[in-house]
């Protein structure tokens, strides 16, 4: 999905800028928000081939859970690409939609009865805390700040992915939680 947006990008430059005489000249909205759109997104995956394989392995997967297409794909490209952000510490990305499964299962409306919210199931205090709009019902900015935060918990518990995980859903020194992620990772979602 992201690779397209490459290609696209690359053809719009193409026709849109075919040489200095009129790049000043194109001021269209509509462009420049595509463009801005496109440019904002980073392609996070290395080659076409490795993006075709994760989302044709995940993809019917999720299906019992995502009733859309569109929205399938959405979640299978911000997991991907905010679990492998940090190349210091990447998070498998079939662990995140196990988290995810466990956590809402891939409802990003859900609220729970603490207050978490959407898919990975964030606090609305973290966006506070980080000064950025509260956004958690949406896809891109919940999986962001859960993969954020699942990250911040595994330097913190010295990649001890239990402990971590416990941290996550607030429950501490408790071994339920991340045992049933771990078991759906591997039952269901591993890779």
């Known amino acids: 999905m992201r690779y397209a947006q490459g290609v696209l990008l690359a053809l719009i430059v193409s026709f849109a800028l075919p040489g200095p005489s009129r790049a000043d000249q194109q001021r269209d909205p509509e462009l420049k928000e595509l463009l801005q759109k496109i440019i904002g997104s ?3 995956f290395t080659d076409k081939y490795e993006s075709e394989v994760w989302y044709k392995s995940m993809e019917p997967r999720l299906a019992q859970f995502v009733p859309t297409h569109a929205e399938r794909l959405e979640i299978l490209d911000q997991v991907y690409c905010e679990a492998k952000r940090d190349p210091t510490l990447q998070i498998p990305p079939d662990l995140v939609l196990a988290l995810m499964e ?55 518990e010295h990649r001890n992915w239990s402990l971590a995980l416990a941290r996550y859903n607030g429950s501490v020194g408790h071994n339920k939680y991340p045992a049933l992620v771990m078991q759906r990772w591997q039952r269901a979602w591993r890779f």
Do not use: T
């Open 42 to 44: 980073a392609d996070c």
């Open 102 to 156: 466990v956590e809402s299962r891939f409802d990003r409306w859900a609220v729970s009865p603490a207050g978490a919210v959407g898919l990975m199931q964030v606090m609305p205090f973290w966006p506070r805390q980080l000064g950025v709009q509260n956004q958690l019902v949406k896809v891109a900015p919940n999986i962001r700040m859960g993969c954020e935060i699942l990250r911040y918990y595994l330097r913190v």
